[in-house]
């Protein structure tokens, strides 16, 4: 079943990924798929399996398009590696996981106010780059925080290793 959706004032059709097909029940994460006054208004479900399945959707699209996701994804695998080499302790680990989804976390925020500024200003303006440059400046804190948070875990552990 195909829904439609307007882009740009035209109407295309776009595939029902995983709807009910009933009227009430809007599709889950189809493409294109935002709820609306109708649905909510009607009191239409989303399921807690469609709202996971949607939010695993932004997380996939960030990995694939965001450079910086790709590099976080890279430092979480090295600093994974690192805390089973050096065999940190269970607070180490809570730290750098918690760093971890932090990093991640603000990428995904940083991502989707990106991308609804693209949106909503297509054209260069000021306030937009503003507002991408909050978002990133959010990114590069927790950033910069957690290459403390590693120093800190992995900082004595490597020293006693190396030179110890």
Not at 77 to 83: M, N, R, T
Not at 138 to 147: K, T
């Amino acid at each position: 079943m195909a829904a439609e959706t307007a882009v740009e004032d035209d109407l295309v059709d776009v595939p029902d990924r995983g709807g009910s097909g009933a009227r009430n029940e809007p599709p889950c994460c189809g493409e294109g798929f935002v709820r609306n006054d109708a649905d909510k208004g009607a009191r239409s479900r989303f399921s807690l399996v469609c709202a996971f399945r949607c939010a695993w959707d932004g997380i996939v699209y960030a990995v694939r398009t965001q450079r910086n996701m790709k590099i976080h994804l890279g430092i979480a695998v090295l600093a994974v590696a690192l805390g089973f080499a050096l065999r940190i302790d269970g607070a180490s680990w809570a730290a750098v996981i918690l760093c971890i989804a932090a990093v991640f976390a603000a990428e995904c925020v940083n991502t989707a106010i990106e991308s609804v500024v693209d949106l909503v200003s297509p054209e260069y303006h000021e306030l937009a780059r503003r507002a991408k440059d909050c978002g990133a400046g959010a990114v590069l804190v927790f950033a910069i925080v957690a290459l403390v948070v590693a120093a800190v875990v992995f900082g004595p552990r490597a020293w006693a290793l190396f030179f110890g």
